[in-house]
């Protein structure tokens, strides 16, 4: 392959800044790939992400609007605009890593199910886990998952993505791993309204913990395993994401339990909870897996119930085993 770079990512956002801040600090020269050229310009001048104001980009990030053929292309779009963002993939034999975290509210289908039905012959890789884009960029210790079904590509990203202070496991369940990381946004804001709200430590823990337990069953309802969700794609995701200021997500559930206005974005970045609570719910029906928890948070989202009468809902449940 013919290369123009080694690293190619895609969006200009935190997560996108971070991971372009990160690699080329290991000595790569990057591409940055914004949406279009009036913001490509705008980075190029400022040397800075308005998503990421604190991180000011090394000369070996190269900021520009058209997608290079690459070694390795990352691709950190929200997930609405991962079916056009494909679109823009050159012609080519590029390693592909997923970044973005949801499922497609059309379709209801995951990144990695995305990739497969549009390039099935490209090699297509999922980058999750428990990490905040600023600390990732401030190259501060931290650990992902790096899931594909080739265990030789698998073994070829971790080789040329991980660095001293990110460590990257592999994983052989794309499907697990891109799902723990969409359903951890719907859970956080669950666990944001329940301590917004007043209900306290011992209610937080409790949703997360049957939260984790109705992510698992979704995971194996699709054909992937579970352990995948006791790991960093899942658990370690979650607990992140539930209890850490810096999250988008709990962010918004804090607000929906203190009875404010909650918007689709926050500091111009989406928060992919809200969008994802109805498409997951709605992939869970469609393989019969009940997810109370989330079903819970797409009626509070959709102003089909309050926070009282979800309460009263997920606790007056028929008493069984835990499983």
Request: hydrophobic letters at 45%.
């Amino acid at each position: 392959m013919n290369a123009s770079f080694e690293i190619a990512v895609i969006g200009t956002g935190a997560w996108g800044t971070a991971l372009a801040a990160l690699i080329a600090g290991q000595g790569h020269d990057v591409a940055l790939i914004a949406r279009d050229a009036t913001r490509a310009a705008a980075i190029k001048s400022s040397r800075r992400s308005p998503h990421l104001p604190g991180i000011e980009l090394a000369p070996s990030i190269t900021v520009m609007e058209t997608v290079p053929a690459a070694r390795v292309t990352l691709l950190c779009c929200p997930m609405q605009h991962l079916r056009a963002t494909i679109g823009r993939l050159p012609p080519g034999d590029t390693e592909l890593v997923l970044c973005c975290k949801g499922v497609e509210r059309k379709t209801l289908c995951l990144g990695p199910e995305i990739a497969a039905e549009l390039i099935p012959a490209r090699a297509c890789a999922v980058l999750t886990g428990p990490n905040f884009a600023h600390e990732i960029a401030a190259n501060l210790p931290a650990a992902s998952v790096l899931a594909a079904r080739d265990s030789a590509l698998r073994a070829d990203l971790i080789e040329r993505l991980a660095t001293p202070r990110w460590r990257l496991y592999g994983s052989a369940d794309p499907i697990g791993a891109a799902l723990g990381g969409a359903a951890k946004n719907v859970i956080a804001i669950a666990a944001g309204a329940v301590i917004g709200f007043g209900l306290g430590e011992n209610a937080r823990a409790a949703l997360i913990t049957r939260g984790l337990a109705e992510i698992a069953r979704l995971t194996t309802g699709l054909g992937g395993s579970a352990e995948t969700i006791s790991g960093l794609a899942g658990l370690g995701d979650l607990i992140l994401t539930a209890t850490g200021g810096a999250s988008r997500n709990y962010r918004a559930g804090l607000a929906l339990g203190r009875g404010e206005a909650i918007a689709t974005e926050a500091d111009g970045a989406v928060i992919e909870g809200i969008s994802t609570a109805p498409a997951l719910l709605g992939r869970a029906q469609s393989v019969g897996c009940e997810m109370p928890v989330t079903e819970a948070v797409a009626d509070l989202l959709g102003g089909r119930i309050t926070i009282p009468e979800a309460m009263t809902r997920l606790l007056s449940r028929a008493a069984r085993d835990e499983r």
